[in-house]
């Protein structure tokens, strides 16, 4: 099983930057969507940001894009580490944030699990992030 450790958690000032880091590990195979979830009190969770590990976009959701970045490199095959940076931070953004995986076989499964963010199988413990 994939095993996903956030850290990074904190708090950040509106306008400001902050990055989140997940550990991964336990991988069997290479193919797989991973990415980063949020959820709120009171709301919904939330796709945050998407990629298919084996290549081609990272899907974003809306509330996010432009403001938060997946560094690629950092996310193909079986990443050791990647990353969710966080810039232009607003007091909406606070929330836990959870790096979550699955195996899938195409991008357009990535986006897929973007618009379903409960679908997938493998879960970090979620770190805090509070934006004030």
């Known amino acids: 099983d994939v095993q996903l450790v956030e850290s990074g958690g904190g708090s950040a000032l509106a306008g400001g930057s902050h990055r989140l880091s997940c550990a991964a590990s336990?991988?069997?195979?290479?193919?797989?969507?991973m990415g980063w979830v949020r959820q709120s009190p009171g709301k919904e969770r939330e796709g945050v940001a998407v990629?298919?590990?084996?290549?081609?976009?990272?899907?974003?959701?809306d509330s996010v894009k432009g403001r938060f970045v997946v560094p690629r490199d950092s996310a193909l095959n079986t990443p050791s580490t990647f990353y969710l940076q966080m810039s232009n931070l607003t007091p909406e953004d606070t929330a836990t944030y959870y790096c979550?995986?699955?195996?899938?076989?195409?991008?357009?499964?990535?986006?897929?699990?973007?618009?379903?963010?409960?679908?997938?199988?493998?879960w970090g413990q979620g770190t805090q992030v509070t934006v004030s």
């Open positions: 979550a995986a699955r195996l899938c076989a195409t991008p357009g499964q990535a986006l897929a699990a973007l618009s379903s963010s409960g679908n997938f199988r493998y």
């Open positions: 990629f298919y590990t084996g290549g081609g976009p990272i899907y974003y959701a």
């Open positions: 336990g991988y069997t195979y290479s193919s797989n969507c």
